[in-house]
């Protein structure tokens, strides 16, 4: 089992940078594939980014390839989503998740965060 924390949200201006942050807890954290996933509001819940447990391979959806970066820090059982360039369109609900399969579908991952709100202003 692993409880997952996520923080870092908030209200940016368009072209702005966010950080948001997903603390675990539980033994076995740094065994899991970590993702991010995102819900804005009518539509599906889609795939962000994701990270393997050792952080040596990662993969973005093509929509933030290129501005967002995600990261692990295994000793610190957090994991990171560095967002730069932000758009209206990024404007969401951001849910990480860890999983044991190298999955972007949401069902594919175990566990899940409470969300937290990034809300970016044109």
């Known amino acids: 089992q692993v409880q997952l924390v996520e923080s870092g949200g908030g209200l940016v201006q368009a072209g702005g940078p966010l950080r948001l942050s997903c603390a675990a807890s539980g033994r076995t954290y740094s065994s899991y594939v970590m993702g991010w996933f995102r819900q804005a509001p009518g539509r599906e819940r889609e795939f962000v980014a994701r990270i393997s447990w050792s952080g040596g391979s990662t993969s973005y959806a093509d929509s933030v390839k290129g501005r967002f970066t995600i990261s692990r820090d295994n000793a610190k059982k957090t994991v990171y989503l560095q967002m730069n360039s932000l758009q209206p369109e990024d404007t969401a609900v951001y849910y990480c998740?860890?999983?044991?399969?190298?999955?972007?579908?949401?069902?594919?991952?175990?566990?899940w965060g409470q969300g937290t709100q990034v809300t970016v202003s044109s």
């Open positions: 998740a860890a999983g044991y399969t190298w999955a972007v579908r949401g069902p594919e991952y175990n566990f």
